[in-house]
T-cell receptor, first 116, second 112 residues
Framework: GAVVSQHPSWVICKSGTSVKIECRSLDFQATTMFWYRQFPKQSLMLMATSNEGSKATYEQGVEKDKFLINHASLTLSTLTVTSAHPEDSSFYIC????????????FGSGTRLTVV | AQSVTQPDIHITVSEGASLELRCNYSYGATPYLFWYVQSPGQGLQLLLKYFSGDTLVQGIKGFEAEFKRSQSSFNLRKPSVHWSDAAEYFCAVGAGGNKLVFGAGTILRVKS
């Protein structure tokens, strides 16, 4: 089955630094990947849709200059949180899949980001 | 706009007892509906999904869900809960373009 690998699992960084999170599809090629954010005790909120070879599509209210998404290949999408601040501390999850139009998406294991 | 409501934030059931987690959705057309489970600090695992056809959907780990259009509901059920089922459960609706809109989640606690 489709496997999505997300790294790192957790990261602690200092305020003002940047952090990169990787999402890889291990056994399939994904033209589309999604990035979600989950605050403690809250649901997942879609941040952006990552399209291979083109610019990401951001949801309303998500700062595209702060959350940089790159989808340079069919198996890798990255999310970079730039100039991180404590309010960016959250759980970030990516998803990718094979079945376009049928929501056949697999989620990564998530990245816990803590900004101190 | 699409939305999903999970009325129960927490539910506690005894091991071996039956379980029903509620989910109501708002969507203009025939919805694509999903249930996911998330263990602490982990990603999401798909339990089951409904696209069309039989309104009673069977999933993994002994879960099932029933789509009721008249009630805009997609409740998740399991006849006998195991301690390993303790986790957070999310209902979601497909929002077009392969995007998912999630409910707020229901935390399931299982007491022995």
């Amino acid at each position: 089955g489709a496997v999505v690998s997300q790294h790192p699992s957790w990261v602690i960084c200092k305020s003002g630094t940047s952090v990169k999170i990787e999402c890889r599809s291990l056994d399939f090629q994904a033209t589309t990947m999604f990035w979600y954010r989950q605050f403690p005790k809250q649901s997942l909120m879609l941040m952006a849709t990552s399209n291979e070879g083109s610019k990401a599509t951001y949801e309303q209210g998500v700062e595209k200059d702060k959350f940089l998404i790159n989808h340079a290949s069919l198996t890798l999408s990255t999310l970079t949180v730039t100039s991180a601040h404590p309010e960016d501390s959250s759980f970030y999850i990516c998803s990718a899949g094979l079945d376009e139009g049928t929501y056949g998406y697999t989620f990564g294991s998530g990245t816990r980001l803590t900004v101190v | 706009a699409q939305s999903v409501t999970q009325p129960d934030i927490h539910i506690t059931v005894s091991e071996g007892a039956s379980l029903e987690l509620r989910c109501n959705y708002s969507y203009g057309a025939t919805p694509y509906l999903f249930w996911y489970v998330q263990s602490p600090g982990q990603g999401l695992q798909l339990l089951l999904k409904y696209f069309s056809g039989d309104t009673l959907v069977q999933g993994i780990k002994g879960f099932e869900a029933e789509f009721k259009r008249s009630q805009s509901s997609f409740n998740l059920r399991k006849p006998s809960v195991h301690w390993s089922d303790a986790a957070e459960y999310f209902c979601a609706v497909g929002a077009g373009g392969n995007k998912l809109v999630f409910g707020a989640g229901t935390i399931l606690r299982v007491k022995s």
